[in-house]
């Protein structure tokens, strides 16, 4: 590690960088490396590696338990689980969804020829604005699919109630929810169904998977038919499907995440808590708050920057970090409907998401997780508070 005393020690001017290796937003949570080690030994000595294997199944029991929800269907990866639910809902034409999230959201939907309908968010929350929906509605809606970003559940009632208006399905994208509550119920019962993510870079992590979760059997079946090519058994096909299976070798790891659950859930709330007492006194810096009644993950550190306040913008504070090894992000910079093909084929969608615009200027993510403790915490905080304080110096050199 290399302190910084002058604005020449900063890397990004010629110094060294603080940090010898990067710390990473979403490096892979694995507690117990033998425990996998030994369902990975157990699944080759069963010589079964895929297509509703045991650890598959438990995977989904252990999900729907936790969750409180009465079916899991669990797919190769929250894409893929995503394109399944909106065939088995049968959506069609038009759906609204917020420009703020992972791009895969918008791309579940064009990818299946329906257009996504750009909806801007509640700056406070950062997802969907209710208020904003109804303009929005057309003859050719379908459904409005919510993200619950950051984990902070999207406004269920409010969502739920202009579905029922106006006859439309409402589901929802909890690629980031595992672990998180709303109402005091678990994220994964809301709307006709709900999307997770097990990715790499997730809290609970199954390399690359997914699953959807819903109370309603008769979709669940249909889901479990589409991920299996619409096979209901040897040589009968029911409908049209395609391979949305998730592996053995991936739910090993989700089972092993899901272990080591609380572990997870204490090192993240450590970690956040360091940030904010770090972070505390350092101007124009806001991280994030979750609701304080509600049960939350903390996969993210979200902080949003206000550039006048500290100085410096949003991308010369990720420079600047990047530079010293903490590779900080900027999700969901700069919004689905800034990339293509919504750039181009809705280029005025942007006149009506001020905030979702003036959010992905500010918006920058912090290492946490397993892999990051107390004093890479503090040394990052260091670092920033040091640039800040530096900032009319460092920008003239920029
Ligand atoms: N909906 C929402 C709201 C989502 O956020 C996502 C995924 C989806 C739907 C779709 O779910 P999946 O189909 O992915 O299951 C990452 C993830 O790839 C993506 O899953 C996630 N959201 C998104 C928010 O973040 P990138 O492009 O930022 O990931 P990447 O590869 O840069 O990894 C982040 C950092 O983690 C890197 O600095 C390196 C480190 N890393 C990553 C991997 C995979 C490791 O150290 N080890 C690893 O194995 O998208």
Redesign the pocket.
């Known amino acids: 590690m290399a302190t910084k005393s002058a604005i020449s020690d900063l890397a990004f001017l010629g110094g060294p960088p603080y940090f010898s290796e990067p710390l990473?937003?979403?490096?892979?949570n694995l507690v117990e490396p033998d425990q996998f080690r030994t369902r990975i030994n157990e699944i080759l000595d069963r010589r079964w590696f895929t297509n509703d294997g045991t650890c598959v199944q438990e995977f989904e029991q252990r999900i729907a338990q936790y969750l409180g929800v009465a079916h899991c269907v669990a797919i190769c990866?929250?894409?893929?689980a995503?394109e399944i639910l909106i065939r088995a809902l049968g959506l069609t034409g038009e759906v609204i969804v917020p420009s703020f999230?992972?791009v895969?959201?918008a791309h579940a939907l064009q990818w299946q020829g329906i257009t996504p309908v750009f909806c801007d968010i509640d700056p406070s929350t950062h997802n969907l604005n209710p208020d904003q929906i109804p303009s929005l509605i057309t003859s050719r809606t379908s459904a409005i699919l919510g993200?619950h970003?950051w984990g902070r559940p999207c406004d269920v009632d409010a969502l739920g109630r202009l579905g029922e208006q106006h006859g439309l399905d409402v589901l929802f994208?909890a690629?980031?929810a595992f672990g998180c509550s709303q109402g005091g119920q678990m994220i994964g019962s809301n709307g006709r169904a709900e999307v997770f993510?097990?990715?790499?870079?997730?809290f609970v992590n199954a390399i690359?998977?997914?699953a959807i979760t819903t109370n309603d059997a008769q979709l669940a079946d249909q889901l479990r038919l589409m991920r299996n090519f619409g096979f209901s058994g040897y040589d009968q096909v029911e409908s049209v499907g395609t391979n949305g299976k998730m592996n053995e070798f991936s739910a090993a790891m989700g089972l092993t995440c899901l272990d080591s659950l609380q572990t997870l859930l204490e090192v993240n709330h450590r970690n956040d808590k360091l940030y904010r007492g770090f972070l505390s006194d350092i101007p124009g810096v806001s991280l994030i708050d979750y609701p304080a009644t509600e049960r939350h993950n903390r996969q993210y550190i979200v902080l949003e920057i206000d550039a006048d306040t500290v100085g410096l913008s949003r991308d010369q504070l990720q420079k600047l970090l990047t530079a010293e090894n903490v590779?900080a992000?900027r999700?969901f910079y700069p919004g689905c409907h800034r990339m293509e093909p919504y750039r181009s084929l809705y280029p005025d969608a942007g006149r009506s998401l001020r905030v979702t615009e003036a959010l992905a200027d500010r918006v920058l993510l912090l290492p946490t997780g397993t892999c990051i403790g107390h004093d890479q915490i503090e040394s990052v905080g260091e670092i920033l508070s040091f640039c800040i304080d530096h900032a009319l110096e460092i920008r003239r050199l920029l």
Request: hydrophobic share 35%; charged share 15%; glycine share 12%.
């Open positions: 990473h937003v979403g490096q892979p990866n929250g894409t893929v995503l999230t992972f895969a959201t993200v970003v994208d690629a980031h993510s097990f990715h790499a870079t997730k690359e998977g997914g590779l992000r999700y």
